[in-house]
């Protein structure tokens, strides 16, 4: 199968000699884990009908050193941070949406000190403006009506106080939005952060993801709405130990808006 | 013979104050063992946070049983303490009730029976505290590091305001000039009449008993705070305004690994060049913290200002799941271990002499430390702005870049990264192939 997406990379734009209006980071998730490229897909369909001028690095890109960071090697974070921010001062980028909210905050918060000012958007704020800018419209379509939770990213929701945008995408979608019992500033994390994503966890009585998809489902939606490929991937693995699949949906918000665009 | 009151009660000022200055002092030097941190920055913002924060209670609140009651003792504390300023001109100078003096009777009055609706309202929000942590026992209350001492200082608190606040009540009561003017006396008027009957001599010695009583037991709870949790009410005004003003999710950029990445950047470097002169008497970086004094100053301020209400742990997602990490853990470990140092260097004259130990592994275990998902729902839930998940990664970077000793995976997924740029074993030529996929 081979849909037609429109990606240029930044190279090509360069090669060019022009600029885009908007750098995509599509991050480490993003570029490889099977799930969340689904993710990228889903937000690339939704650029390219909005005829939003973008641009990924592709092969330019590399992590942004936020894992190796909360596990404590700053070595590392910073030797990551400063070949990319080399990259992307070459290319003279000033605006950076990201569909990763651990890419948002590191390169929002951490970047600038050493020499990477940008502004940084995550996608549900990015897709907000196409929206207040009229460049994007969205039907509700076949989820009208349908009871939606979101699940808050730390990193983006108390991390850096974006709780509105997502909400607000949801509700445009003519869904019920329905909050679980820890939501906005004192959501559950789901338990990827702090690099926990690439281990086991310690020991315990509980997984964090089974806790927070337990909470999901006192309220019984139909779709948990997340903002993160690793909320992502906990909160569906956490569906899945609760034998939940037949009932409950885990879907990012770019893919909810991209399905009922028919994108 | 006359001044013996008056020079006894001075005395008992002096040393009540003078033992809790000398404990002050000691408490800044601790505090002072921290690195150095520049707070010069938001200052606006920051004296905003304190206001709102620790003057207006506005993060006791989120929680509103708990915080309605707090915010009555609080003002209530506040607000009595002005009662305390006249006991001691008394005392002093051997008056009694010397406000009435310059004060009208309708005002004064109107003063004492706002202090008594107060400590009214203090004696029942204190009864109610000590009910959540002993019948109703909260589950925060009743966590591992909530044994021994913090389980009793807990207590020890509430019993000290039961009792400061009776007597209080008793001193007016038993007062029976102040009775007569039936004015101010909106509660003690009511226990009154439980003394009724007594010869006149009695209730006057109780009187004086509930006022000296009163009097030095707040002394003596002055002197207490420097050893309790109850330190709160003083540092929570400090502690809020050099809490963290930058957004929750910014880790702090280590200065000194940004001066070698620098170096090994830069193309032009000489590996073999001369270390500048000034770099001699730089004390080698040791990257992150295994003990309290490799901690900024703030983080060892934001130890002492806990409270240990446990707001944190019961938000965290890894101790909800049941992993040995515990927020409150970590700051009530920071200052005993502080205490622990300072105690070192008051036996040693004021010098730190090894003791074999430090605040990583001998308070604070590796499994603590690595079930962190730095989500900050312990920084947000903190009333009182204290930041653990800094003191959680600064120990982390110790264990990584000193140590070399982070868990297997961990360690696999960072040699991914420096390896192909992305924390997985996937090769960075093939980061845009989703886009034909």
């Given at each position: 199968?081979?849909?037609?997406?429109?990606?240029p990379t930044m190279a090509e734009y360069m090669a060019e000699g022009k600029q885009p209006e908007v750098l995509f980071w599509v991050g480490c998730a993003g570029s490889f884990d099977d799930r969340a490229k689904k993710i990228t897909k889903a937000f690339v369909r939704i650029l390219n009908k909005s005829n939003v001028d973008f641009?990924?690095?592709?092969?330019?890109?590399?992590?942004?050193?936020?894992?190796?960071?909360?596990?404590?090697?700053?070595?590392?974070?910073?030797?990551?941070?400063?070949?990319?921010?080399?990259?992307?001062?070459?290319?003279?980028?000033?605006?950076?949406?990201?569909?990763?909210?651990?890419?948002?905050?590191?390169?929002?918060?951490?970047?600038?000190?050493?020499?990477?000012?940008?502004?940084?958007?995550?996608?549900?704020?990015?897709?907000?403006?196409?929206?207040?800018?009229?460049?994007?419209?969205?039907?509700?379509?076949?989820?009208?009506?349908?009871?939606?939770?979101?699940?808050?990213?730390?990193?983006?929701?108390?991390?850096?106080?974006?709780?509105?945008?997502?909400?607000?995408?949801?509700?445009?979608?003519?869904?019920?939005?329905?909050?679980?019992?820890?939501?906005?500033?004192?959501?559950?994390?789901?338990?990827?952060?702090?690099?926990?994503?690439?281990?086991?966890?310690?020991?315990?009585?509980?997984?964090?993801?089974?806790?927070?998809?337990?909470?999901?489902?006192?309220?019984?939606?139909?779709?948990?709405?997340?903002?993160?490929?690793?909320?992502?991937?906990?909160?569906?693995?956490?569906?899945?130990?609760?034998?939940?699949?037949?009932?409950?949906?885990?879907?990012?918000?770019?893919?909810?808006?991209?399905?009922?665009?028919?994108? | 013979?006359?001044?013996?009151?008056?020079?006894?009660?001075?005395?008992?000022?002096?040393?009540?104050?003078?033992?809790?200055?000398?404990?002050?002092?000691?408490?800044?030097?601790?505090?002072?063992?921290?690195?150095?941190?520049?707070?010069?920055?938001?200052?606006?913002?920051?004296?905003?946070?304190?206001?709102?924060?620790?003057?207006?209670?506005?993060?006791?609140?989120?929680?509103?049983?708990?915080?309605?009651?707090?915010?009555?003792?609080?003002?209530?504390?506040?607000?009595?303490?002005?009662?305390?300023?006249?006991?001691?001109?008394?005392?002093?100078?051997?008056?009694?009730?010397?406000?009435?003096?310059?004060?009208?009777?309708?005002?004064?009055?109107?003063?004492?029976?706002?202090?008594?609706?107060?400590?009214?309202?203090?004696?029942?929000?204190?009864?109610?505290?000590?009910?959540?942590?002993?019948?109703?026992?909260?589950?925060?209350?009743?966590?591992?590091?909530?044994?021994?001492?913090?389980?009793?200082?807990?207590?020890?608190?509430?019993?000290?305001?039961?009792?400061?606040?009776?007597?209080?009540?008793?001193?007016?009561?038993?007062?029976?000039?102040?009775?007569?003017?039936?004015?101010?006396?909106?509660?003690?008027?009511?226990?009154?009449?439980?003394?009724?009957?007594?010869?006149?001599?009695?209730?006057?010695?109780?009187?004086?008993?509930?006022?000296?009583?009163?009097?030095?037991?707040?002394?003596?709870?002055?002197?207490?705070?420097?050893?309790?949790?109850?330190?709160?009410?003083?540092?929570?005004?400090?502690?809020?305004?050099?809490?963290k003003v930058r957004p929750k999710g910014q880790l702090d950029n280590l200065a000194a690994v940004s001066k070698e990445v620098k170096m090994m950047m830069d193309p032009d470097a000489d590996p073999f060049a001369a270390q500048p002169e000034e770099d001699e008497n730089d004390v080698p970086a040791k990257f992150g913290a295994s003990?309290?004094?490799?901690?900024?100053?703030?983080?060892?301020?934001?130890?002492?200002?806990?409270?240990?209400?446990?707001?944190?742990?019961?938000?965290?997602?890894?101790?909800?799941?049941?992993?040995?990490?515990?927020?409150?853990?970590?700051?009530?470990?920071?200052?005993?271990?502080?205490?622990?140092?300072?105690?070192?260097?008051?036996?040693?004259?004021?010098?730190?002499?090894?003791?074999?130990?430090?605040?990583?592994?001998?308070?604070?275990?590796?499994?603590?430390?690595?079930?962190?998902?730095?989500?900050?729902?312990?920084?947000?839930?903190?009333?009182?702005?204290?930041?653990?998940?800094?003191?959680?990664?600064?120990?982390?970077?110790?264990?990584?870049?000193?140590?070399?000793?982070?868990?297997?995976?961990?360690?696999?997924?960072?040699?991914?990264?420096?390896?192909?740029?992305?924390?997985?074993?996937?090769?960075?030529?093939?980061?845009?192939?989703?886009?034909?996929?």
């Open positions: 199968m081979s849909e037609q997406l429109r990606v641009a990924v690095l592709g092969t330019e890109e590399g992590c942004t050193g936020d894992p190796a960071k909360r596990s404590g090697n700053e070595f590392l974070f910073q030797m990551q941070a400063a070949s990319n921010i080399e990259v992307l001062n070459g290319y003279e980028i000033t605006k950076i949406v990201t569909t990763c909210p651990h890419c948002f905050n590191t390169m929002k918060n951490e970047y600038p000190e050493l020499g990477g000012k940008y502004e940084v958007m995550h996608h549900t704020q990015f897709l907000k403006s196409l929206l207040e800018d009229g460049r994007l419209t969205i039907e509700g379509g076949q989820f009208k009506g349908k009871r939606i939770t979101f699940h808050d990213p730390c990193f983006l929701g108390r991390g850096n106080g974006v709780y509105e945008a997502p909400r607000e995408l949801i509700r445009k979608l003519d869904a019920e939005l329905v909050e679980m019992k820890s939501c906005k500033s004192r959501g559950l994390c789901c338990g990827a952060g702090g690099a926990q994503m690439f281990k086991d966890a310690e020991k315990g009585d509980k997984e964090i993801n089974v806790e927070r998809t337990e909470q999901a489902m006192e309220i019984k939606p139909e779709i948990i709405a997340a903002g993160c490929p690793f909320c992502n991937t906990m909160m569906t693995d956490g569906v899945k130990a609760k034998d939940q699949e037949a009932n409950i949906q885990v879907m990012d918000i770019a893919e909810l808006i991209a399905n009922a665009e028919d994108l | 013979m006359n001044y013996i009151p008056n020079i006894l009660f001075a005395i008992a000022l002096i040393i009540g104050i003078g033992y809790f200055a000398s404990n002050v002092k000691k408490l800044l030097r601790n505090i002072k063992l921290g690195q150095d941190v520049d707070v010069s920055d938001n200052t606006s913002q920051r004296w905003k946070n304190m206001i709102n924060i620790a003057l207006g209670q506005s993060k006791m609140v989120k929680r509103p049983v708990s915080g309605f009651l707090h915010v009555i003792v609080y003002v209530g504390f506040i607000i009595i303490n002005i009662e305390v300023l006249e006991i001691i001109i008394d005392g002093l100078f051997g008056t009694h009730r010397i406000f009435l003096e310059v004060l009208p009777t309708s005002v004064y009055g109107f003063l004492i029976g706002s202090f008594e609706i107060l400590a009214a309202l203090v004696f029942i929000a204190v009864v109610i505290f000590w009910m959540r942590r002993n019948v109703i026992k909260i589950k925060r209350f009743w966590k591992a590091e909530m044994k021994g001492w913090p389980k009793s200082d807990g207590n020890i608190i509430l019993y000290i305001e039961m009792v400061l606040m009776t007597l209080f009540l008793v001193m007016n009561a038993t007062d029976t000039s102040f009775q007569a003017m039936n004015s101010g006396n909106i509660i003690s008027q009511f226990i009154a009449p439980m003394f009724n009957g007594l010869p006149e001599a009695t209730i006057i010695i109780i009187e004086r008993a509930a006022w000296w009583v009163h009097i030095l037991g707040i002394l003596a709870f002055l002197n207490y705070l420097y050893f309790s949790k109850h330190l709160h009410i003083l540092l929570a005004f400090p502690n809020t305004y050099y809490g003990d309290v004094q490799d901690l900024n100053w703030v983080q060892l301020l934001n130890a002492y200002t806990c409270t240990e209400c446990g707001r944190c742990t019961s938000e965290c997602p890894a101790n909800i799941t049941g992993k040995k990490l515990s927020p409150r853990k970590i700051m009530m470990d920071t200052r005993d271990r502080l205490e622990e140092v300072g105690k070192n260097m008051d036996a040693n004259k004021g010098v730190f002499v090894d003791d074999g130990k430090q605040l990583l592994d001998d308070y604070i275990t590796r499994e603590e430390l690595w079930a962190c998902t730095s989500c900050n729902a312990c920084v947000e839930a903190c009333p009182v702005s204290i930041d653990p998940l800094s003191i959680i990664m600064d120990m982390r970077r110790y264990l990584v870049m000193e140590q070399s000793a982070a868990p297997l995976e961990l360690n696999n997924m960072m040699t991914n990264i420096e390896n192909n740029s992305a924390p997985w074993p996937y090769n960075q030529m093939d980061r845009l192939n989703w886009k034909n996929e």
